[in-house]
């Protein structure tokens, strides 16, 4: 039952023949203890697999909490992130996919921290990351806690959580009028042009790395493209400077996908996209780039020797 005098939250979940995940999901957010009214809303994209059923009988056993619509035709993974995002209401929303959850007090310290962060159009946490059987792999990033600007993300790429995203429903547009498809880095970049992200490097999300489903492992290409339609919807806005290290930073990351992929065209496919994206000459593009693939490779080899003989250092999927 709603509260009046408290802040009201929509939980955005979207799934997809999630069945070995949903539970944890949803539990994870019913037993939050904030206070606040928290409002879950599904999007089951025509599952298969018995997620579904799962939904529909935890959401009986928790009458009033969880709004479950089973489309009948599947609109695929943006087209149902906007469905949900349209039925968001109250103050808040915020967003979950249905292979990951959440940990006890992600909502309150987010709610704390948007309060004490006026400007800030959104809020975003840090994540435990997890494989598939949910084995302890590391954290999402080593960033550090602070507020984080437009030329920020692009400097440092995409290293903020989806799962951990909280933001004032005012701002739902940003979600619900980007051009299809969109990687959740281009929802990341829209709110940092509405004001400074506020964001905390306390894990509050378990985050599923590769699991059933995930677009990285089924859809690189694609992913790709879209990362690159992010950049170029948001370099207009930044100074020079910052729009060369942003397509540098991308074409870092397209040589060790290269690299590993055995696969050279892929550089010489995205070199020029790059060079004429960042408006600058080989030259410089290549010396930025260059200084980019050392530091990764010199923060890599040092993960990988902390972890091999010292045995202290988890993983860091995304340095930053």
């Known amino acids: 039952m709603s509260m009046p005098g408290r802040p009201n939250v929509t939980v955005c979940v979207v799934t997809y023949n999630h069945a070995r995940y949903i539970a944890d999901c949803l539990l994870s957010i019913l037993s939050q203890d904030v206070d606040a009214n928290v409002r879950i809303v599904v999007g089951d994209d025509s599952s298969t697999d018995g997620t579904t059923e799962i939904v529909a009988a935890i959401a009986a056993q928790w009458p009033g909490r969880i709004e479950h619509s089973v489309h009948q035709e599947r609109l695929g993974a943006i087209g149902n992130l906007r469905f949900v995002v349209g039925q968001a209401g109250g103050d808040f929303v915020a967003h979950l996919d249905g292979d990951d959850f959440w940990l006890p007090g992600k909502l309150r310290e987010q709610l704390m921290l948007l309060e004490n962060h006026p400007e800030s159009p959104a809020c975003f946490t840090n994540a435990f990351v997890f494989d598939d059987t949910r084995h302890p792999v590391g954290v999402f990033t080593n960033a550090k806690s602070g507020t984080y600007d437009l030329a920020a993300l692009l400097l440092r790429g995409n290293f903020l959580n989806h799962s951990s995203l909280v933001y004032r429903v005012a701002h739902r547009a940003t979600v619900l009028e980007l051009p299809t498809p969109f990687i959740d880095y281009r929802i990341h970049l829209g709110l940092a042009l509405l004001g400074p992200l506020v964001y905390t490097d306390k894990a509050f999300v378990g985050y599923r790395c590769g699991s059933t489903g995930s677009m990285l492992a089924t859809a690189n290409d694609a992913v790709r493209e879209r990362y690159y339609e992010a950049l170029l919807s948001a370099i207009p806005d930044v100074a020079s400077g910052v729009r060369v290290a942003a397509c540098a930073d991308m074409m870092r990351r397209i040589i060790f996908r290269a690299t590993r992929s055995r696969n050279p065209a892929l550089v010489r496919a995205w070199w020029a996209r790059l060079c004429a994206a960042a408006q600058v ?40």
């Open 281 to 320: 000459g080989s030259l410089t593009m290549l010396r930025k780039t260059i200084l980019n693939v050392c530091g990764e490779s010199y923060r890599q080899f040092v993960q990988i020797m902390s972890i091999r003989l010292l045995r202290a250092s988890p993983r860091v999927l995304y340095f930053r």
